[in-house]
């Protein structure tokens, strides 16, 4: 997968929505260096990048770094949605769940649906 693999909007939709819930019930980790580290030491159970990042090399590496790390990665469409769904006032170019809270299930059916895509 790389940032341009196009997403049904159904799972970019999940995503959004167990992102909400985690934001209520779990923890996040939001901005692009918080997901990288949250990549590295394997506490991200999800991640979500914005696909109108400018400039791309900003995420680049966030597909093979999840995929190093066995870490489901979800495009969605825009850091305004990113942001808005993440609690911030602002847009965002990633964000990780590193708590699922109540969103346990909705991350798990969003892991293997990914797997049945990929």
């Known amino acids: 997968?790389?940032?341009?693999?196009?997403?049904?909007?159904?799972?970019?939709e999940k995503a959004l929505e167990a992102l909400e819930i985690a934001k209520k019930t779990?923890?996040?980790?939001?901005g692009t260096n918080e997901v990288v580290k949250a990549i590295e030491r394997g506490t991200a159970k999800l991640v979500l990048v914005a696909k109108d990042v400018n400039p791309k090399e900003i995420i680049?590496?966030?597909?093979?770094?999840?995929?190093?790390?066995?870490?489901?990665l979800i495009i969605v469409p825009t850091?305004?949605?990113l942001g808005n769904a993440a609690g911030l006032n602002v847009p965002t170019a990633a964000v990780a769940i590193i708590q699922e809270g109540e969103a346990k299930q909705i991350i798990?059916?969003?892991n293997s649906k990914i797997k049945a895509t990929a």
């Open 1 to 12: 997968m790389d940032i341009n693999t196009e997403i049904p909007k159904e799972i970019q």
């Open 108 to 110: 798990k059916e969003l």
């Open 79 to 81: 850091r305004e949605e």
């Open 60 to 72: 680049m590496h966030f597909p093979s770094l999840c995929q190093e790390k066995d870490i489901p």
């Open 26 to 30: 779990g923890k996040l980790k939001r």
